[in-house]
């Protein structure tokens, strides 16, 4: 009879154990979905900077710098003139990247648009 006791007490603590792992694995997507919305998309216009695998944005209206998260959406635009659409995280200080439009050189007073 200690023997079922013993199982029937391990075979619970298992499941809640289980449960538990389930529950705090399901939690961090709806967490990540929550913070999502917190950014709100914004259209900006500036110049894409590169030191090294870091970029960073500096905004034309304000001259402010904001470091990229996802600097892949921006190679191959170094130094360029561009318009993005992007999630702007003004407590992290950095953007999310959703679109990159090149802009004319003439926007920026001149100058050529090398690729």
């Known amino acids: 009879m200690k023997n079922v006791a013993v199982c029937l007490l391990a075979l619970t603590l298992a499941m809640g154990f289980t449960a538990f792992a389930q ?5 961090s997507p709806t967490q ?11 259209t900006l216009k500036g ?17 402010k710098s904001w470091d990229v998260i996802n600097p892949e ?3 191959g635009h170094e130094g360029h003139h561009v ?20 802009l004319k050189a003439d926007a920026m007073g001149g100058g050529s648009m090398n690729h």
């Open 73 to 75: 959406t921006l190679k």
């Open 32 to 42: 990540s979905d929550q913070m999502a919305p917190k950014a709100p998309l914004m």
């Open 23 to 27: 529950q705090n694995g399901t939690m």
């Open 83 to 102: 318009q993005l659409s992007a999630h702007v995280y003004a407590d992290k200080h950095a953007i999310h990247v959703m679109s990159v439009t090149m």
């Open 47 to 63: 110049t894409i900077k590169a030191d090294g695998d870091k970029y960073t944005f500096v905004n034309d209206k304000d001259g």
